[in-house]
């Protein structure tokens, strides 16, 4: 959470004295912590009652998966609203480079994908396959880690001056 809030203040530099799109991605980031936080926890409380019937079990997997997997929506946006502010950015130096921003609103619609075991059981959409669980993944980690190098590189050129 204190990452994505530090994001969105990077952004709200850029992004001038009404930054809705740099709030939009500091929520939106918290809002991921929070998806990621309780799933665990569920996911954890589903392990710990080893002794409940199977069907509960299943159950608190599955409700744990969907809401793990459709959080795709608040990172969707978070895509967006970073990519429509450092796309803004039109200084000899730009704080993200305008092709990951643009690269960043591609990845926000495959996210799309994410909502696949909504309505599948088996295949690439399924909870478990390609398309909507370790494409999303991919996006998400290439997405926050390269974003992060970014805001560090601008931390420690803040720091400088």
């Known amino acids: 959470m204190p990452a994505s809030i530090q994001f969105g203040l990077i952004l ?3 992004e001038g004295p009404h930054p809705l799109w740099s709030i939009t991605t500091a929520v939106s980031g918290c809002f991921i912590a929070l998806i990621v936080f309780l799933n ?10 080893q002794e409940a019937v199977a069907d509960v079990i299943v159950a608190f997997n599955d409700t744990d998966w969907f809401g793990f997997l459709l959080g795709w929506v608040f990172l969707s946006l978070e895509m967006i609203a970073a990519a429509l502010v450092t796309m803004s950015d039109l200084s000899p130096h730009p704080l993200v480079p305008h092709y990951l921003s643009k690269a960043s609103l591609v990845g926000a619609v495959l996210l799309v994908c994410a909502g696949g075991p909504a ?6 959409l399924a909870y478990h396959g390609w398309a909507a669980f370790h494409m999303p993944m991919a996006i998400w980690g290439l997405w926050l880690s390269s974003h992060a190098w970014y805001m560090r590189k601008a931390l420690l050129r803040h720091s400088r001056s």
């Open 40 to 49: 665990a926890g569920f996911w954890i409380g589903a392990a710990y009652r």
């Open 12 to 14: 709200a530099e850029l």
């Open 119 to 124: 309505f599948f059981k088996i295949g690439p």
